[in-house]
């Protein structure tokens, strides 16, 4: 079954404590990985596509990585504006372009 | 304007009641999509249109959801009969082509059944 595992939960850093979160995933036929942010009562706002093993994507303080089985999104040096929920989502050859989401990793940086 | 637009922004909606979600995606969008997002979840799955073609409606939970967009710009995400499980927000994407782009959300539409 198609799936996609966001870890951990919930993650609470101090302002400037870099850290990742983690996408792992299972589908047969990877289309792109997906990584949003989401803020309390808003929608989902589009950050990275990976579509292959070993691609990266920088923006500001975030990169995110791709390999088989999982995706990370490093952050580097948060601060507080960073807190939100994270989502990652798959798409998979067969689902036409429908998106599978993670849980989210809700990130709280504290000054 | 320059976004997915969703409205209305909260509904209230007394059980057994029909209500109606309307999306405005990005002009020029040919896919769009809907999306239930339940408190603290993962946005999940409903629907999908490429123009004004409904080609995958897996994801709607029951007969009581329908979608339409018929004339391939704004859709509607209709709930007969609401229930307290349909409590949750609606939320609309669009993406520009048919494969391999990213899909832009709108803010959502909080649905309250009480």
């Known amino acids: 079954e198609d799936q996609v595992t966001q870890s951990p939960e919930a993650l609470r850093l101090q302002e400037g404590e870099s850290s990742s979160l983690n996408c792992s995933y299972t589908?047969?036929?990877?289309?792109?990985l997906f990584w949003y942010r989401q803020d309390p009562g808003k929608g989902p706002e589009f950050l990275f596509t990976?579509?292959?093993a070993g691609e990266e994507k920088e923006k500001e303080r975030l990169k995110a990585t791709l390999t088989k089985k999982e995706s990370f999104l490093h952050i580097t040096a948060p601060k507080p504006e960073d807190s939100a929920t994270y989502l990652c989502?798959?798409?998979?050859?067969?689902?036409?372009?429908?998106?599978?989401f993670g849980a989210g990793t809700r990130l709280a940086v504290h000054p | 304007g320059a976004g997915v637009s969703q409205s209305p922004r909260y509904k209230v909606a007394k059980r057994g009641q029909d209500v109606a979600l309307r999306c405005d995606p990005i002009?020029?969008?040919?896919?769009l999509f809907w999306y239930q997002q339940a408190l603290g979840q993962g946005p999940e799955f409903l629907t999908y249109?490429?123009?004004?073609?409904?080609?995958?409606k897996s994801g709607l939970p029951s007969d009581r959801f329908f979608a339409e967009r018929p004339e391939g710009s704004v859709s509607t995400l209709k709930i007969q009969r609401t229930q307290q499980e349909d409590s949750a927000v609606y939320l609309c994407?669009?993406?520009?082509?048919?494969?391999?782009?990213?899909?832009?959300f709108g803010q959502g539409t909080r649905l309250t059944v009480v």
């Open positions: 589908v047969s036929g990877l289309r792109g």
């Open positions: 990976l579509y292959s």
């Open positions: 002009s020029g969008h040919v896919s």
């Open positions: 249109f490429q123009n004004e073609a409904q080609l995958d």
């Open positions: 989502a798959v798409r998979f050859s067969g689902g036409y372009n429908k998106l599978i």
């Open positions: 994407a669009s993406s520009l082509a048919i494969r391999n782009t990213e899909a832009f």
